[in-house]
């Protein structure tokens, strides 16, 4: 089974301070993605990466930075964490696209953020 | 965009009824995904359909893609407590394989 691990289930930062929240798969997936979940908003993207080094801008990319050093690894950066970016932040990672063939994405269980 | 709706939004049924609920895309359909999320925790992969009038089973949970009306339907016949949860529909809206757009998802709790 795959397994799409996030480093915290629960953080708690203040606002101004420099947040990072980790993944790490371990199926060799090409393709990872963090979302944010929000009651009455739903998952909304906010990063994409389908390859090391390589990063795309989601729905919601503002106040947000991230980076893929390595293949399993897919981190996101809030540089000055702020109220409204207490949420829910999933993580998910699938394999590559090919011919059409597509395939689900798998998820972490995600880290609750807190910024007071 | 392609936006997901889901219906119904909220649901309670007694142990043992059947339920419904259903996701509309507002743009062609290329692939649709179902998802179970406990409260709380990650979303888990239940269910892919790709081709119009598939349909696909996984013990009491059955799902149909309607291509043509870009909608899809869950169904669970005989629910049981361990059903309860979110349900989300997600959808791929290039064709590219990468990431899904999701419904709000729909809440269901099953009562003894």
């Known amino acids: 089974d795959v397994k799409v691990t996030q480093s915290s289930r629960y953080l708690v930062k203040r606002t101004g301070e420099k947040v990072f929240l980790e993944c790490v798969q371990d199926?060799?997936?090409?393709?990872m993605f963090w979302y944010r979940q929000d009651p009455g908003l739903g998952l909304r993207l906010i990063y994409f990466?389908?390859?090391?080094?390589?990063?795309e801008k989601g729905d919601i990319p503002e106040g947000y930075s991230v980076s893929r050093e390595k293949k399993e690894r897919f981190s996101l950066i809030l540089e000055s964490a702020s109220t409204n970016q207490t949420s829910m932040y999933l993580c998910?990672?699938?394999?590559?696209?090919?011919?059409?063939?597509?395939?689900?994405?798998?998820f972490g269980n995600g880290t609750r953020l807190t910024v007071t | 965009s392609q936006e997901l709706e889901q219906s119904p939004q909220s649901l309670i049924v007694q142990e043992g009824k059947n339920l419904t609920i259903n996701c509309t895309s507002s743009?062609?359909?290329?692939?649709l995904y179902w998802y179970k999320q406990k409260y709380g925790e990650g979303l888990i992969f239940l269910m892919m359909?790709?081709?119009?009038?598939e349909e696909k089973s996984h013990e009491k949970i059955t799902a149909k893609l309607d291509e043509k009306k870009q909608q899809s339907s869950l169904h669970i016949t005989a629910s049981q407590p361990s059903h309860a949860g979110i349900y989300l529909c997600?959808?791929?809206?290039?064709?590219?394989?990468?990431?899904?757009?999701f419904g709000k998802g729909t809440s269901l709790l099953v009562t003894p």
């Open positions: 998910a990672s699938s394999l590559l696209n090919l011919q059409g063939i597509n395939s689900p994405l798998h």
């Open positions: 990466s389908y390859d090391v080094k390589m990063k």
């Open positions: 199926m060799d997936h090409e393709n």
């Open positions: 743009k062609t359909l290329y692939g």
């Open positions: 997600g959808a791929d809206p290039l064709n590219s394989g990468y990431a899904l757009n």
């Open positions: 359909l790709q081709k119009g009038g």
